[in-house]
């Protein structure tokens, strides 16, 4: 068995004891398979976290108690080798992690009905052992389905976010080489796209390079989803792009492919100067930082679906606005 689809046959060992709705099993389990300095990386109020202990007391417990019944609905699923260590091999799972809302989660109060945490989670796997991980989730999105929505009405629309419109994301057998090397080079040339914001290039022109016409973007809660390039452009991309403003290069911590399917994410990707006007937020007296993730669908040579996750929580913060605290004190 290549390394690649034992990192996968490990992670997918991790995510079935979860299924089992027994979180000290999982607890177990987590210790077991992971490093001594296991190193976590979640969205805020979570972020940095150190040891299997540590990640299970102050995220999965939670989770758990607020998600009864909690199962794993996995939309995307691929590993592949690191871009910037060749020698690494991350796995990726995304979807939605689902329960019945019963118990509060921070400041979020439950609804005794279905609910769904959209989640994407990268895992680097070394010698058996689950080193890092970068668990990404949309608590924007947990809120908005409880009915307690942080943030003024957007653009895009806001809704419970499908998984591929190929359904054919799930990759746990071996894809061929040649796929996963052209999925990452369109992705590698959309991000060098990126870096030519003031370039005079037209905005639908430059999207059009690596993108279909007909692209599904399914943004955060907050952002929205939008679809085909010219929408794209008009409810986000356009928009983005005039109230930030001296975007720093690209910082991912990992970029990779298999098949069809790629991502990347970074600790932060970038940082940009906010000149206000996003989300209602006055400008910063400082650049924000961008805690990201994106997932591609690749169609033929061109990029068909976007995944992403924005810790929209942490960028308000930078701005002194503390959404859960202030929506906690709405809901006392």
Known sequence: MSKIQES???????????????????????????????????F??????????AVVKKFYQPLCRAF???????????AGQNMFAGDEVWVCSMGHLMGLFDQPLLSIQPTRRIAMLRYCEFNLISNGKIIQTAMYFDLPHLMAQAGQ???????????????????DGLLFDPQPTEEGEKTLEVINQMVGDLGQWQSGIPLEEELA???HHDMLWWGPTGIGATYTIPRYAQQHSGIFRKVFANRSKT???????????GGFFGWPNFTADHVGGFMGM???????????IDIYRRAD????????????????????IDVLARHGEMNA
């Open 282 to 292: 006055p400008a910063f007296d400082k650049p924000v930082e961008f805690r990201v």
């Open 251 to 261: 910082k991912h911590v990992c970029r990779m492919a298999e098949g069809n399917y």
């Open 68 to 78: 009864s019944s909690m199962t794993r609905r996995q939309d995307v699923f691929f």
């Open 149 to 167: 929505y942080p943030f003024p009405q957007q653009s895009g629309a806001q809704l419970v976010q499908p998984g591929p419109a190929t359904h």
């Open 301 to 320: 040579n061109k990029l068909a679906e976007n995944w992403i996750f924005i810790d929209l929580l942490h960028m308000f913060k930078q701005a002194g």
């Open 209 to 211: 390079r690596t993108w």
């Open 44 to 53: 805020h109020p979570f972020d940095e976290l150190t040891g299997a202990s």
């Open 8 to 42: 996968k046959k490990l992670v997918r060992e991790l995510y079935r004891e979860l299924d089992q709705g027994d979180v000290d099993a999982f607890a177990a389990k987590l210790s077991a398979l992971t490093d001594p300095d296991y190193q976590w990386r979640g």
